[in-house]
Nanobody
Framework: QVQVVESGGGLVQAGGSLRLSCTVS????????MGWFRQAPGNEREGVSC????????YYVPSVRGRFTISRDNAKNTLYLQMNSLKAEDTARYYC??????????????????WGQGTQVTVSS
């Protein structure tokens, strides 16, 4: 029984910060690459960030580079997304996913095995 649970979303003013968390159970967490996705109403799901199983390699979609930081604490089975300098265009529901890849290069965003219910991020301008 794999469970993926996101938390930390909310309403924030443009320029502000949020930290999202994702706790995973039911699998060996440190064997898997992890990713963050987001989806706004009427838009396609977008891969935001990817992290290697041990945290040594990461990927960010260009629109968030320099503003977001993905990290993980394998001892706590937890994935994080620190979001700074938030913009209205970041408004979306954010999802955590357990990935079926061995690299953050290529089409990692199409290889997710499990994902959570999401957490809403709304940025007011």
């Amino acid at each position: 029984q794999v469970q993926v649970v996101e938390s930390g979303g909310g309403l924030v003013q443009a320029g502000g910060s949020l930290r999202l968390s994702c706790t995973v159970s039911g699998l060996t967490f440190d064997e898997y690459y992890m990713g963050w996705f987001r989806q706004a109403p009427g838009n396609e799901r977008e891969g935001v960030s990817c992290i290697m199983w041990n945290g040594m390699r990461t990927y960010y979609v260009p629109s968030v580079r320099g503003r977001f930081t993905i990290s993980r604490d394998n001892a706590k089975n937890t994935l994080y997304l620190q979001m700074n300098s938030l913009k209205a265009e970041d408004t979306a529901r954010y999802y955590c996913a357990v990935l079926a890849v061995q690299s953050c290069s290529g089409s990692w965003e199409h290889s997710n095995n499990y994902w959570g219910q999401g957490t809403q991020v709304t940025v007011s301008s």
